[in-house]
């Protein structure tokens, strides 16, 4: 089994759909630290299981915007964390840090 890991930075804002009060449901941002995992038995004609810069691209789709402008869920960071693992080809785990002592993580 071919192992691979990509960490990013993501600056991007949300509010939060919550039934009790909370400063989370005012818009505010974060600077999202994505950490991604990918794994495969097998690996593509470059020898890559995929491109780093292609794991880029995926990530980045919410840097510098309101997420919920671009999602129809609720932008936890739990929900963001399965959003990256259902789009990213081969993610099996993603963590999504909001501050350096509060994260998420979704996995396989």
């Given at each position: 089994?071919?192992?691979?890991?990509?960490?990013?930075?993501?600056?991007?804002?949300?509010?939060?759909?919550?039934?009790?009060?909370?400063k989370c449901r005012?818009?505010?941002?974060?600077?999202?630290?994505?950490?991604?995992?990918?794994?495969?038995?097998?690996?593509?004609?470059?020898?890559?299981?995929?491109?780093?810069?292609?794991?880029?691209?995926?990530?980045?789709?919410?840097?510098?915007?309101?997420i919920n402008d671009?999602?129809?869920?609720?932008?936890?960071?739990?929900?963001?964390?399965?959003?990256?693992?259902?789009?990213?080809?081969?993610?099996?785990?993603?963590?999504?840090?909001?501050?350096?002592?509060?994260?998420?993580?979704?996995?396989?």
């Open positions: 089994m071919y192992y691979i890991s990509k960490e990013l930075s993501v600056s991007g804002a949300h509010k939060l759909t919550l039934p009790y009060e909370s005012e818009l505010h941002g974060h600077n999202w630290r994505v950490k991604v995992f990918l794994k495969s038995e097998t690996l593509n004609e470059n020898g890559m299981i995929l491109d780093y810069t292609e794991i880029k691209k995926y990530v980045m789709v919410f840097d510098h915007k309101c671009l999602v129809e869920f609720n932008p936890t960071a739990e929900n963001i964390c399965k959003y990256y693992c259902d789009k990213i080809p081969h993610c099996y785990r993603v963590e999504v840090w909001e501050t350096d002592n509060s994260w998420a993580c979704y996995e396989i």
